[in-house]
């Protein structure tokens, strides 16, 4: 119970919000707000990750719900580990989340990273096309800082890259970061991805 989501707003070229990314901390009874870069590392080393993970998606489905009630048609992205992708149930664990409570999927956005494209990329593809089919976006977190290929970008039902912050933090003051970003900002115009 000492789990705590917070919402990093997602803003658009114009600076209207148009989503939020679900980010977890952990409030603890004596060390106070222990930042994700203390506990995460940890849970990814075990299966405490999966844990986090359900968790995560567990609260981002009711707050869905809320936002719902109040008309917000915001979308939510919550990080997913590869750890918890490659689960056998992952799939239908996820309709079951959206089913019970009763979120609409369409406003659902998973987030990956490359990683995730390591081991079985058939299983992956067709993991992310069967939730594609009940709505639920994609989008490729960190990306170019791990496995890119366009091999594997054009293979993805993704609907979303996130260019990493290391290429976006120096990007006005360092000329290959900016070049690195506006290849990336082109390569998803061409393909269509946000």
Not at 42 to 56: C, K
Not at 161 to 166: G, P
Request: charged share 20%.
């Amino acid at each position: 119970g000492q789990l705590r989501i917070y919402l990093q707003p997602q803003v658009n070229a114009a600076g209207h919000q148009v989503g939020a990314e679900a980010l977890v901390r952990w409030q603890h009874p004596q060390r106070g707000l222990v930042p994700p870069g203390v506990f995460i590392p940890l849970a990814e080393s075990s299966d405490l990750i999966v844990a986090v993970d359900r968790w995560m998606l567990d609260q981002v489905c009711h707050l869905l719900v809320r936002l719902d009630a109040t008309g917000s048609l915001l979308r939510i992205s919550v990080n997913i580990s590869p750890r918890h992708f490659q689960e056998a149930d992952f799939v239908a664990e996820v309709r079951r989340q959206l089913e019970s409570s009763g979120a609409d999927p369409t406003r659902l956005v998973l987030e990956v990273t490359e990683g995730l494209v390591i081991g079985d990329l058939d299983d992956v593809v067709s993991k992310m096309s069967a939730l594609r089919t009940v709505g639920v976006h994609f989008s490729m977190d960190d990306f170019g800082t791990g496995y890119s290929s366009l091999a594997y970008l054009k293979r993805l039902p993704i609907q979303e890259l996130k260019i990493d912050k290391s290429f976006i933090t120096d990007a006005t003051t360092n000329a290959n970061d900016a070049a690195l970003v506006e290849t990336i900002l082109s390569v998803a115009k061409h393909m269509k991805l946000k």
